[in-house]
């Protein structure tokens, strides 16, 4: 509504009259400012103030200027009060103009005057404020509306909620939406007049929720989710269910997901509203993905497709995803093709997710000519993508093709940052050629690139595990950048003092941990799936219908209501790299120092210092217990641990990969392959997955306890997921069956060795030497027997 429309148009010459004063004014106003204007010389009324006020030519300095000089002015002689109107297009002119250090000052002098603008005007004014992060002001004017009795309407209040969840202010926005929730209340007596009857709308709730997640403010997200569940008057809509069931879900609780989809196809049929939707499918199989129940995703995935929802490049890249970071590289292949079929373009994301899975599972030919399809395809590779090709090769053997394209990168001065420098310098302090890897971090620090703590960790390893003593020192000289060197140095000498001052008296020889029972007991720690029977069992669950579009979901959902779903062990967590900057004492330092005790053997000393930071109520992590655990297992200290195992406890949830291939280890040397066995079904049945280091470990615990067949279906079950065998499989499988006398069989696993392209190693010699041993020793024997035979037949 324009502020003159109260304007009273006048007869010719008083017009005229009117513009050629105001027209003077301006002039003298862009000049001079209000110091050469005459106060008794300027009758001041409404329309000429807003001629001004509007002219172009005027600065809005000069304008606020002029706005308050007749305010004074009229005090003088005429009298003149500034109308709402005027008060409005000044508001205007200040918050167009980005002037918002005036609003506040402005609005003081309106509430001195008793003028009240309209509640458009208002809304301009917060709306501008919180674009210019001017928080406390806009909090102020919402008070003062609230005082002055302005009845702002939902729209007002969801525009200002909707642009401070924009500006991160959720502390802000959490409190006000809350408030309009409560007061919205059709029952309600509420004595908040202001709010009674704002109901915020259902865009800006979803914009609240969504920011709530992503900014990973669990315990406020689900308050606020509670409250909306107590409101029945306030109803969700399909993106708010969406969100709420992705974000649950991310969070590990998959019972609430499961129950919000079956509540959307509860609503959809018994009041006609919208069911579940795309979006809708793809949350649910991001989240079972994400908790490493990729095989119920696939099932998920084909449920929606029979539900007459088409997957978009969302729904394959999240289950590309999901099936490289668990080794299903066939059914991550499968889709890839269906993909394809379907006409979507590849993107770097999915072939970043395939080219690292297919590593991970050997199957380094397949990364290769995947690589070669992503460069003919046009899609360009990212830093991230040789980052993966680099580690993948060198943890597939091939050193000297990573080095190659290592050197490539650098020369073309592009696609390396500090993560491939960290990737190398491990590398090379594994092959104990750590001046090298000295080297590389010099160049990698006159590139301007950041030294982690992952990098530092490498080098120190290498340092001391060879005896070093000077490259600590030639580090400090060459790193420019000393955040973490010196942290390192600072947390060294700390740690130091307080190995020679320990805070606990204990001796030295008293174990770690207590050793509880026998390792028969792993299973007690791992949890029983006998809910997961019964749930099976219970004719409640059988009863769901068979006409549904989504049976297997309905069934899910079922087995989450009785409260019979298995209890999640596995989860696929994004790693992050540790970066220089940690207080005196931090757990990251606390698992560097301890690498290092441990590559050099002094186990004890490693104790001593786990047993000191515990003393001070440091938080461990699962990579400290595992570190521990794993070099108990290979020094055959099988009690100790399995008393890490219970020291851990349900503190760390869910446990991950690396502590089920210490426990399995440490089961297979001590020669308990029966429960090893056991964890490995226990694994596969909660819906776990395992790697190469876990199959192989598994295959050589069964062939060494003598259970050849079983060690065979598990190998078959490894090519079935997707994983290539490396020589370490094959070596155990001809060393088992060469041990157990089956030479054929260990002579068809050597071609099949050399027929994949797996080259030997020496640990191959020696197994080979064994067999052919067996092999001479056979056909002696066979000598020997016909040669008695042909002596008793003469």
Known sequence: MSVNSNVIRKPGMVQLAENLLAASITKSLAVSGTRDLQRDAVLLSESLLHRILRSPALDPAKKLEFFAWSKIS?????????????????????????????????????KEDGVVVDSWTFKFVLDSLIRGSKFDASLEILDHME??????????????????????????????????????????????????????????CNKLLGALKKAGM??????????????????????????????FGCWGDLTTSLKLFEEVKAKHLKWGSLGPDLCTY????????????????????????????KPDEFTYRILIQGCSKSYRMDDAMRILSEMEYNGFQLDVIVYNALLDGLLKSRRVVDACKLFEKMVEDG????????????????????????????????????????????????????????????????????????????TVTSLLIGFHKHDYWDGVEMLIKHISNGNVVLNVLKWKANMEASMKNPHSRRKDYSPLFPSRGKLSEVMSLIGSSDSGREAEKNPSIDNIDEWSSSPYLDQLASITKYGYLVPQLFSIPKAERVLGKMDSFDIDMVNTFLSIFLAKGN???????????????????????????????????????????????????????????????????????????????????????????????????????????????????????????????????????????????????????????????????????LLGREIERLRDNKTSIMGSNEDNTN
């Open 74 to 110: 009229s005090s003088v002689k005429h009298f003149y009060k500034h109308s709402a109107a005027t008060y409005s297009l000044m508001l205007h002119i200040l918050c167009s103009s980005k002037i918002l250090d005036e609003v506040p000052p402005l609005i003081n002098l309106m």
């Open 147 to 204: 005082e002055i009795g302005v009845k702002a309407t939902s729209p007002i209040y969801d525009s200002i909620l909707v642009a401070l969840v924009r500006k991160g202010q959720l502390g802000l926005a959490l409190p006000i939406f809350c408030r309009l929730l409560d007061g919205s209340n059709p029952d309600s007596n509420s004595s908040d007049s202001v709010c009674v009857g704002l109901l915020p709308s259902s865009s800006t």
């Open 218 to 247: 669990k315990a406020e997200f689900r308050a606020l989710f509670s409250k909306l569940r107590e409101k029945y008057w306030f109803e969700l809509d399909s993106c708010g269910y969406n969100i709420c069931i992705h974000a």
């Open 282 to 309: 793809n949350s649910l199989i991001q989240v079972l993905c994400l908790m490493a129940k990729v095989k119920d995703g696939l099932v998920v995935y084909e449920e929606m497709k029979s539900s007459g929802h």
């Open 379 to 454: 899609v360009r590779a990212s830093c991230y993508t040789y980052n993966i090709l680099i580690d993948g090769l060198f943890k597939n053997g091939r050193s000297e093709g990573a080095y190659t394209l290592f050197c490539d990168l650098k020369k073309k001065g592009q696609f390396v940052d500090n993560i491939t420098y960290s990737i190398v310098v491990s590398q090379l302090c594994k092959e104990d050629l750590v001046e090298e890897a000295l080297e590389l971090v010099k160049e990698m620090e006159t590139r301007g690139f950041v030294v982690d703590l992952v």
């Open 603 to 769: 186990t004890s000393l490693a104790c001593k210092l786990f047993e000191i930071f515990t003393d001070m109520g440091l938080v461990t992590t699962s990579y400290t217990y595992n570190s521990i655990m794993s070099s108990f297992v290979k020094k055959g200290y099988f009690n100790e641990a399995f008393g890490v195992l219970n020291e851990m406890g349900d503190e760390l949830s869910p446990w991950d990969i690396a502590t089920y291939n210490a426990i399995i280890q440490g089961l297979g040397k001590s020669g308990n392959a029966d429960l090893a066995s056991s964890i490995h079904d226990k694994l596969i049945k909660h819906g776990g997955y395992l790697d190469i280091v876990m199959y192989n470990t598994l295959i050589n615990a069964l062939g060494s306890a003598g259970r050849i067949e079983e060690a065979c279906n598990l190998f078959r079950q490894m090519k079935a997921s997707g994983i290539k065998p490396d020589v370490v499989t094959f070596n155990t499988l001809i060393n088992v069956h060469t041990k157990a006398g089956k030479l054929k069989e260990a002579y068809k696993f050597l071609r099949m060795m050399l027929d994949e392209g797996c080259t030997p190693n020496h640990v191959t010699d020696t197994t080979l030497d």
